[in-house]
C-alpha cells in the first residue's frame, strides 16, 4: 500500500513536530498533514473527556481530508487511540507501544524512567506495559515541562531548575533509560542531560516511524519529496514564532 494520500499527524503542540521530523525523515516521498491542537493545548492536564473529544474532532478532521494513516504524535491524545479506531477503517498509530517496546530492548538494568504528562501518568498505560516485561518503572509526571516548551523558554534557568527538581531523584535509583512519554520533552532533553547524563533517552520518533513503515508497508524512496501541510487550532503567527527550530520545508502554516 504505497500511493500519494497523505499520512495525517497531530499534537496538541509543538511536540509531535519531533515525530514528524523522523517520519519525514525515513519517509521523505511522502505527503504530511500536521495538525497542532494548539487552541486546547495543554492535554496533559485535561479530564478524559475533553481529551477524547479532542482526539476525535481532529482524528475526524485528517480522515475527512481522505488520509491513508493517523499518527497520534501525542502520548497524552495515543491513550485515546481506540475510541478513534472505532470509526474508521484507516489505521490509527499510538506512540505509546512502540515506544515502551524500545525501552523494554534497550534497558540492561530494567529499571526505566517515564517522563510523561500528568494524565499519561495516571493512566498507567507505560507503567503496564513495562511491568509486564519484567520492567522496575520510575513513572515522573511532568506536565510543567510542557508549559516551558509551550512557552518557549527552554533556555531559561527555570527550565534547568524544573528539569533538575524532577530527575534528580532517579539519579540513585539505577535508572538506564528513560522515556520521553510525551513528544514535547525530547526539546528539553539537553536540559536533563546536565542532570542525568548517563542513562540511554528514548524518544518517540524513530519507533512510531517504524510501526508506521510496517503497517502501510511504505518502501523508502528518496527520490521524490513530498508535501507538508502544518494547521494549527491557535494563532498561526504564535505557532510560527515556537517552531523556529522545525527546519524541514513546509507549506506556510494555516489556521483550522
Ligand atoms: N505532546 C503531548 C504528549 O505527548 C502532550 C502535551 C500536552 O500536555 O498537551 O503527551
Redesign the pocket.
Known amino acids: 500500500m504505497n500511493n500519494k494520500k497523505p499520512i495525517g499527524v497531530f ?3 509543538v ?2 513536530l519531533t515525530v514528524l521530523e523522523k517520519l519525514v525523515e525515513m519517509y521523505p516521498s511522502e505527503n504530511f498533514i500536521y495538525v497542532a491542537d494548539q487552541g486546547y ?5 485535561k479530564t478524559k473527556e475533553e481529551i477524547e473529544q479532542r482526539v476525535l474532532t481532529i482524528g475526524k478532521y485528517l480522515l475527512n481530508r481522505g488520509v491513508k494513516a493517523i499518527v497520534i504524535a ?4 495515543s491513550l485515546f487511540k481506540q475510541s478513534l479506531q472505532n470509526i474508521t477503517d484507516t489505521p490509527v498509530i499510538s ?1 505509546i507501544e512502540p515506544t515502551a517496546l524500545r525501552a523494554i530492548e534497550l534497558t540492561k538494568s530494567k529499571k526505566v524512567a517515564v517522563l ?2 500528568n494524565a ?1 501518568i495516571q493512566n498507567g498505560k507505560y507503567q503496564k506495559i513495562l511491568e509486564e516485561n519484567g520492567v522496575e518503572v520510575y513513572p515522573v509526571p511532568a ?1 510543567s515541562f ?1 508549559e516551558i516548551i509551550e512557552s518557549n523558554e527552554m533556555d531559561s534557568n527555570y527550565a534547568l531548575k524544573t528539569v533538575t527538581e524532577k530527575l534528580l531523584p532517579l539519579k540513585s535509583a539505577g535508572v538506564d533509560t528513560l522515556i520521553h512519554g ?3 520533552f525530547g526539546l528539553l532533553e539537553f536540559q536533563m542531560k546536565k542532570v542525568l547524563d548517563d542513562v540511554t533517552y528514548v524518544e518517540c520518533g524513530y519507533p512510531t516511524s517504524f510501526l508506521l513503515g510496517n503497517v502501510l508497508q511504505l518502501t523508502i524512496d528518496y527520490t521524490s519529496k513530498g508535501y507538508i501541510e502544518i494547521y494549527t487550532t491557535g494563532k498561526k503567527e504564535d505557532f510560527e514564532a515556537k517552531i523556529k527550530w522545525f527546519t524541514i520545508p513546509h507549506q506556510p502554516i494555516q489556521e483550522l
Not at 41 to 45: E, H, I, R
Open positions: 499534537d496538541s503542540g511536540g509531535g493545548c495543554p492535554y496533559g492536564t501525542c502520548n497524552t491524545a506512540v510523561a504528562t499519561t506536565s510542557v510525551c513528544t514535547h
